[in-house]
């Protein structure tokens, strides 16, 4: 069983066209949706959740008024002003540090894990897939992201899938960190920009920081042949292998508005392209 994550430097690249193209294409495999803060992957899979399930991170305190003698011990020593004077604890406040329990007198201080999300097994018409919600300002999320793909692995070995996909979180920053470790190819999708070639490197040189092999594709590579060449000349120079390039088709907006893969929707270049791109992937089984 093979696991590669679709990821880009930042939004907006067509990662999750990519990626929803690859389970329309791919035989045996569950898909892990780990943009875990602005997932999407879903208006296009159309998920009937099976599972549910609460992510539970991080701590907040909880003040039993019962036992608490309004000492203000605790008021004075949070330094992130949590506690009001009525001796109640903003959630969004705290910062879970614990401080407030150890100078408690009454005892009156619990600590409570939050309720940072939830993750849910789902069935698509494409196979099994694991997704994710983080709720609003929770932190954490590379955490949560390990999970979606822990549970997609755990079902892939079970049922003796080929692949496991993965759409993985735009950035650099923690979730992606946490989607690439023990991948066994990173796919960059990027556009033919400069900030598009900058974001690429940045996520590139993340990717080969923890010594994964990386592939890329220009998506709407017609839009701009100047920089498309440069990102191909950049590629050749750092040995990476470009695995295709995607004309900017608005077939591929149409399909997305009606909830359907390119795959799914219509015959054209963009979808062989595509399709060319999924049976490239194919070696990296044979290889490794
Ligand atoms: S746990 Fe820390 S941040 Fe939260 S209320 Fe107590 S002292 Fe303040
Ligand atoms: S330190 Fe404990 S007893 Fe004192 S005000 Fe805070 S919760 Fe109440």
Redesign the pocket.
Known sequence: MKQIVVISGKGGTGKTVITGAFAALAKNKVMADCDVDAADLHLLLKPKIKERNIFKSGVTAV?DKS?????????KICRFNA?NKD?VVDPISCEGCVF?SF????E??KMEKNVSGEWFISDTRFGPMVHAKLGIAEENSGKLVSLVRQKAKEIAEKRKCDWVIIDGAPGIGCPVIASLTGIDCALVITEPTLSGLHDADRVIGVARHFGILVKLVINKYDLNIDITKKIENYCRDNDIQVLGKVIFDKSIVKAMVEGKTIIEYRDGKAKEEIAAIWDRLQEIKEKR
Request: charged share 15%; net charge positive; glycine share 6%.
């Open positions: 003040i036992k608490c003698t309004e000492c203000g011990k605790c008021i506690i001796f407030c100078v408690c007198p009454a009156a201080i």
